[in-house]
């Protein structure tokens, strides 16, 4: 392969340099438009340099952790993670690893700089959650570094472990039926969380799944609702920020944009089925607000679907708020969980009802919370794992009995009451 040239084509130089020949033909790459000949060169010499890596912009054996960071999640993390991820990933990035790890070159960085950098985590009295969603970043990140890049042999994480004393599992919490009555007295009918706390309590759904729902993906008739999507955002603070449809300017818009994602998993897509108090429940809900879209008037939020393409050519599905005054093209959303005046209700704000439950009732509580206590209730009550495993929508069932079971006093009973008759017998 041939050194980088230079030569002046009109008013402007050129630099050239001869790549790996294509089916047994000569390949060469050019750029015109520098002014000098050293220009041309210099920027020819860094272009053949990033051509012989690949692409690559860095040289592996001088990267810093830093650098590398950005490459991954500009080529793995945005190509290939949720939204939600992709955000997390963000914080974690800018707010320990780089702080924490930057300065180190990629290859010289050592099992005994990472064991010292989860255990200052560890003092600074992060929880263990904490600790490790950052742990599970890095790992990502040091895993693509050794495969597909192979910038590293191996990953020095694989010999780090999170400090003894935080690695007690949480606790799950069980909500108790006279909790559940003090949430809906906190949230009645008419609050904009009570129909998400009665869907969440009587389906077990996750949040981001309920936040998703559409009149449409409800069947009143039959008491079921279909699963097959959930709400992801995407706040503006890490991506940059698009300019609106023109159609809905106008609209009520917050920081974040809301879209509808893929469920968890493929096991996430189902059907559930509910009982008359859940359908109760609805029908009011839908009752209202029809309602108090007529009461609201123009002033009313609408919410229409807007497909978007992404950087990558893919293709997703915007939740688009607008004022009902506003004429769209757009389809339009009749999305369940939403306030009096038609906006919608976000995981995000959900976060405020959180907050209230914890400091008015002072019950210990987050929204995942039901769905433990869905399961649990279901298995105390002697339902089929299988279908208890179908209706959370987990790909596997030791997945529904590791972690959204625990022995209740109630099994603990029904084990010694078992035993006792088998003595007998």
Not at 44 to 67: C, H, L, Q, R
Not at 88 to 98: C, D, F, P, T
Request: charge should be positive; glycine fraction near 6%; include cysteine.
């Amino acid at each position: 392969m041939g050194q980088v040239s230079a030569r002046k084509r009109g008013e402007f130089w050129q630099y050239r340099f001869e790549g790996a020949p294509i089916d047994g033909k000569r390949k060469q790459y050019s750029k015109s438009g520098f002014r000098t000949k050293k220009d041309a060169l210099d920027a020819g010499a860094k272009a053949m340099a990033e051509y012989n890596e690949s692409g690559i912009k860095f040289s592996p054996s001088t990267v810093s952790v830093a650098d590398y960071l950005d490459y991954w999640f500009e080529n793995q993390v945005k190509v290939n993670y949720r939204l939600t991820t992709q955000y997390s990933y963000s914080l974690v990035i800018r707010n320990y690893l780089k702080p924490g790890l930057g300065m180190y070159r990629l290859n010289a960085l050592t099992p005994a700089a990472c064991q010292n950098f989860v255990n200052g985590l560890a003092d600074k009295g992060l929880a263990h959650a904490t600790v490790k969603d950052i742990m599970g970043c890095l790992s990502a990140a040091l895993r693509y570094a050794v495969l597909p890049c192979e910038f590293i042999q191996s990953s020095p994480l694989v010999y780090v472990r999170s400090p003894k004393h935080l690695r007690a599992s949480r606790e799950r919490v069980v909500i108790s039926q006279e909790d559940f009555e003090k949430i809906l007295k906190l949230f009645p009918y008419r609050n904009r969380y009570h129909v998400m706390v009665q869907i969440g309590w009587h389906t077990g759904m996750r949040i981001s799944e309920v936040c998703a729902l559409t009149w449409d993906d409800i069947d009143l008739e039959n008491c079921t609702i279909t699963v097959n999507k959930q709400l992801s955002g995407r706040p503006s603070d890490v991506f940059s920020r698009e300019e609106e449809h023109p159609v809905l300017r106008g609209g009520k818009y917050n920081r974040t944009s809301w879209y509808f994602a893929p469920v968890k998993t493929v096991k996430s897509n189902r059907t559930i089925k509910f009982g008359d108090t859940l359908k109760e429940a609805l029908l009011r809900v839908k009752a209202q607000q029809e309602s108090d879209e007529e009461y609201y008037g123009e002033y009313y939020t609408l919410h229409y679907e807007l497909p978007e393409t992404d950087s990558h050519g893919r293709t997703r599905i915007r939740v688009m708020p607008a004022f009902k005054g506003l004429q769209s093209p757009l389809k339009r959303l009749r999305m369940v969980c939403v306030d009096d005046n038609g906006f919608l209700t976000t995981p995000n704000s959900f976060r405020y009802a959180s907050r209230q439950i914890k400091n008015k009732l002072g019950i210990v509580f987050e929204f995942h919370a039901m769905r433990h206590t869905h399961a649990t209730r279901l298995l105390e009550a002697g339902a089929n794992v299988k279908a208890v495993q179908s209706r959370l929508g987990h790909s596997k069932v030791e997945t529904t009995l590791q972690t959204y079971t625990h022995a209740t006093s109630t099994m603990e009973n029904e084990a010694v009451d078992l035993f006792e008759k088998g003595m007998e017998e």
